[in-house]
C-alpha cells in the first residue's frame, strides 16, 4: 500500500496521507513523496491543491520511530522543506483536518492556505510532553497564524485544542459537524477553482512574502537552545516514553 495517494479531478489535485494505521504518521518515504507532488510544476488547468489524511487521524506528525532514532545525530528531518513547499506552490493549497492534527500534523494543517477542520478535530503541539522544541521556522508559522497567547498555550501545555475554538477565535477557515465536512469542502474547493488563476497565484506570493519578514530577526541562540532539547537525555526517554505508552521522566538533561 502507497503511503501517498495522488487524485486529479478536473482542476483539483487531491493529496492523501494514506497511513491510517500509523495515524498518518509522516515517515520518510511519505515525507519525500510529499515534497514531490507540492513541488512538482503546475499546469495550466491546474486550480487547488487539497491535503487530506485517510482514516480517522489528519495527521499525528513525524514518525516517532525514525525521528527517535535520529536523536543526537544532529540530522535535519526534512519537514521543513516540505512545509516551505506548501508555502511556495503557486496555487492555493486547502488543508481538509477531519481528526486530530499534531506536532508536524498540526504544522502541515496550518502552512496550508485555507483549513477546513471538523468538530472532531483537534490541533496541537505535544512536543514538550516528549522533550522535544520547535524551531524557528515552525514556531513563526505558529506566531503568524495563532497569535501569542494561543502559541504559548499550545506549545507549553502541549494538550491539543478543539478546532471549534481556533474557529471562533479566527485562525481556520471553517470547522463544521462531522457529517457536513464533504460538502463544506466541496463548496470551498469548488469557489477557489472558479475564481482567476492569475489573481490567485499573485495573492498567494503576496501574503507569504508579507509574512516571512520574521525569518530575518537574528534567532540563532534560540536555534541552540532548540537543539539542546532535541539532543537531550530528555527527548530520547521522551520519545520512548510515548512509544511505551508510559509517563515521561525527565531530568533536564
Known sequence: MTSLIV????????VWMNRPEK?????????????GVLQAPVAAEDRVVVIRGKGPVFCSGLDMRERRESVGTGKASGIEVLLRAIELCPLPVVA?????????????ALHCDLVVASEAARFG??????GMAPNWFLSKKLMEVLGPVVTREMLLLGDPLPAARLHALGLIARCVPVDALETEVAALV???AANAPLSLKAMKATTVRQMSLLADIPHDDIEALVRAA??????????????????AVFKGK
Open 190 to 192: 469548488a469557489r477557489l
Open 230 to 247: 532535541m539532543q537531550s537525555e530528555d527527548a530520547r526517554e521522551g520519545m520512548l516514553a510515548r512509544l511505551e505508552k508510559r509517563r
Open 23 to 35: 495515524r498518518n504518521a509522516i515517515d520518510s518515504a511519505m515525507l519525500q513523496d510529499l515534497i
Open 96 to 108: 481538509v483536518v477531519q481528526g486530530d492534527a499534531i506536532a508536524g500534523g498540526n504544522e502541515l
Open 7 to 14: 487524485e486529479t479531478d478536473g482542476p483539483v489535485r487531491t
Open 125 to 130: 503541539m505535544s512536543l514538550a510532553q516528549v
